[in-house]
C-alpha cells in the first residue's frame, strides 16, 4: 500500500496525524493474505454500499421484533451520512490512498472517486450500530463486529486512510447520540395545533319529535368486539317513533332506503351506526335523496364522526335532537365511466380514497401503532408494504405516471405525507392529492417518503445512496381522473377496499357543502 501522505486543500490534518496514517497503511500494505481473505474483505466493503448492509439489517431487526431499534439504527445512519459526505468531505477532504502498491486482488472493483474524509462507510456502519446499540444493547453488541470489519474493510482495499476510518467512526457514534438525545427534545417542541370550527356552514335541521320521520339503519357488525354501546336501547328510549332497521347479511342499504323513499311515509332524516365505509354508504342515499344524515359512531376508527364533532353516541343523539348540524363537503366518485355516464357507478366519499398501496400500508401501520405508536409503526409499515408490492402504471389527468399510491383527501389533510392523519376543517372546497411516485427512484426512498413524509424525503435525496427529486407531489384541486394501464390496482374508499377497479379507471369531484349532518354545537 503507497505511503504517500499527500497534504489535503482544505483543513489540512496535524503531522503527527499524517505520520499515523503512513504508517498504518505500511503495515497493512506488509501483509501477505491469501486471495480468499482479500476477497473476502472486497466483498463485506461492497455490501456496504448505499447502506445495503444496514437496510438488510433493519429488515431482519424488524422480522425480529425490534422495529424500534431498526428505525433508530436508520435514522441515526441517514444523519451520520449526511453529515459525513456534505460537511466533512468538502471541509476536510482530501487524496486518498494511490492504489499503484495496493495488491490487485485487494482492489475495489470500482475505486471511489470522492475526497478521503471522513470514510463514508464506516460513518454509516457505526451509526448504524450505535443506534440500534442505544436502544436495543444486545442487538447492538451482534452487529458492533460486522460495522467495525466494514471500517477495516476500507483500509485493507486501500479506499481510505486510517485517520479517514477514524474520523468516520467518531461522525457515526456521534450521530446515533445527537439522534437520540434530539427526539424527546423535538417532541417537547412541538406545537399543539389548535384547529378553529371545521366548518362555518352550519344549518337547522329538522327536529323530529320523539324521532318519528326517522330511518335509521344499524350495523351490529361494525367495530366488533370494541365495546361500543349498542345504539338500539337508546334509541328506543329517547327516539322510540324512529324506524330502526338492524343491516342483515345480504341487505343492501341503497335497496333498503329506495323501498323506505317509495312508501306512504318516507322518512325526513336518515341515520346510520356504523364505521366509516357503512356510513359513506348511507352518505350516499341522503346526498342524492337531498336528506340530512344522523351519524351514530359504531365503527372501529369513526373517522367521519370525530370529524364533524359527533365522536361518541350521546353526542350525536343529542344534536339529532336540538336538530343543530352544519353542511360539509364530499367527493362524488365515477368507477368506470370510459366517458359514458349511463354506464358509471357513483359513490360519495366521505374522508378519503386512494389507489396502490396506500390502502395496505394504513392497515398495516392501524395494526402496530398500538404497541409502537405512530411514528415507528409507520416505518414498520412502509417497509412492509414497499418491499412486497411493484409500483402501478396509471394515467393521471392524462398523463402516464409509475407510482406507488395515489391518495385523494376531501379538504386538505395534515401533515404532509403520503398517509395523512387529520382533517381540520370540512369546507375547504378542494381535493387534496399525494402522489408516491416509483419512477427510477429506488424502494427505499418510496418507504421513506410513506413512512415520513416530504421533508424527510428532501433530506434523504441529498444522500449519496438514495439521491434523486422528490417522489411525493402534493397539490390541490377539484377534480382528478385515474386512468388504468397494464394491471387493475384496485381502490379504496373510506376504509372500504375493492380489488378490482371497474371499467377503466375512476374520477374523482369535490362537492362544495354536497351533504347535511347533525352536529354539535359546542363544535361548530
Not at 443506534?131 to 471500517?151: K, N, R, T
Not at 401533515?415 to 376543517?425: G, S
Request: aromatic content about 4%.
Amino acid at each position: 500500500m503507497s505511503t504517500d501522505r499527500r497534504r489535503r486543500p482544505r483543513l489540512s490534518l496535524p503531522d503527527r496525524v499524517v505520520r499515523t496514517d503512513e504508517a498504518v497503511a505500511r503495515r497493512i500494505g506488509r501483509r501477505t493474505t491469501g486471495q480468499g481473505v482479500d476477497r473476502f474483505w472486497r466483498l463485506l466493503s461492497g455490501a456496504a454500499d448505499h447502506g445495503k448492509l444496514w437496510f438488510t439489517a433493519a429488515a431482519v431487526l424488524v422480522a425480529l421484533g425490534k422495529p424500534r431499534a431498526a428505525a433508530r439504527g436508520l435514522v441515526s445512519l441517514g444523519v451520520a451520512s449526511l453529515i459525513a459526505n456534505v460537511v466533512g468531505k468538502q471541509l476536510v477532504g482530501g487524496d486518498r490512498p494511490s492504489l499503484a502498491a495496493i495488491p490487485v486482488a485487494r482492489r475495489l472493483h470500482r475505486s471511489p472517486t470522492s475526497p478521503s474524509f471522513p470514510s463514508g462507510h464506516t460513518a454509516s456502519a457505526v451509526a448504524f450500530a450505535t443506534g440500534v446499540a442505544l436502544d436495543s444493547p444486545a442487538a447492538g453488541a451482534a452487529l458492533a463486529p460486522l460495522a467495525a470489519g466494514v471500517g477495516y474493510s476500507r483500509l485493507h482495499t486501500g479506499a481510505h486512510w486510517f485517520s479517514d476510518v477514524v474520523g468516520g467512526a467518531a461522525i457515526g457514534a456521534g450521530a446515533a447520540v445527537l439522534v437520540k438525545a434530539v427526539g424527546p427534545a423535538l417532541r417537547r417542541l412541538r406545537p399543539v395545533v389548535r384547529p378553529g370550527a371545521p366548518t362555518e356552514q352550519t344549518v337547522e335541521l329538522p327536529v323530529l319529535p320523539h324521532g318519528a320521520g326517522a330511518f335509521i339503519v344499524v350495523n351490529p357488525g361494525s367495530g366488533a368486539g370494541l365495546g361500543r354501546p349498542d345504539p338500539r336501547p337508546v334509541l328506543a328510549e329517547r327516539f322510540p317513533e324512529a324506524r330502526v332497521h338492524e343491516l342483515q347479511e345480504g341487505d343492501d342499504i341503497a335497496a333498503l332506503v329506495r323501498e323506505r323513499l317509495g312508501s306512504e311515509d318516507p322518512p325526513r332524516v336518515l341515520g346510520i351506526s356504523g364505521g366509516d365505509g357503512t356510513v359513506a354508504a348511507m352518505a350516499h342515499e341522503a346526498r342524492v335523496a337531498g336528506l340530512p344524515l344522523l351519524v351514530l359512531p359504531g365503527g372501529t376508527f369513526n373517522h367521519f364522526a370525530k370529524a364533524i364533532g359527533a365522536d361518541t353516541l350521546e353526542i350525536a343523539l343529542d344534536a339529532f335532537g336540538a336538530g343543530t348540524g352544519r353542511r360539509v363537503d364530499v367527493a362524488e366518485l365515477r368507477l368506470g365511466a370510459g366517458g359514458d355516464d349511463d354506464a358509471a357507478v357513483t359513490r360519495t366519499v366521505l374522508n378519503t380514497s386512494s389507489v396502490g398501496v396506500y390502502p395496505a400500508f394504513v392497515a398495516e401501520r392501524e395494526r402496530h401503532e398500538g404497541r409502537w405508536g405512530k411514528p415507528l409503526a409507520a416505518v414498520i409499515a412502509a417497509i412492509r408494504v414497499v418491499r412486497k408490492s411493484t409500483p402501478v402504471e396509471l394515467e393521471v389527468d392524462g398523463r402516464r405516471r409509475s407510482v406507488w399510491s395515489v391518495f385523494v383527501g376531501v379538504d386538505r389533510y395534515y401533515p404532509v405525507t403520503v398517509a395523512p392523519i387529520e382533517r381540520r376543517r370540512l369546507d375547504d372546497g378542494l381535493l387534496d392529492i399525494r402522489i408516491l411516485d416509483a419512477g427510477h427512484t429506488p424502494k427505499t426512498r418510496g418507504a421513506v417518503a410513506l413512512a415520513f413524509g416530504g421533508r424527510t424525503d428532501a433530506l434523504v435525496a441529498r444522500l449519496p445512496f438514495l439521491q434523486g427529486p422528490p417522489v411525493i407531489d402534493g397539490f390541490t384541486a377539484e377534480r382528478i381522473s385515474l386512468r388504468t394501464r397494464d394491471e387493475d390496482p384496485g381502490y379504496a374508499h373510506d376504509g372500504e377496499a375493492s380489488t378490482r377497479t371497474p371499467g377503466d379507471g375512476l374520477d374523482l369531484r369535490i362537492l362544495p357543502a354536497g351533504l347535511a349532518v347533525y352536529a354539535p354545537v359546542s363544535s361548530l
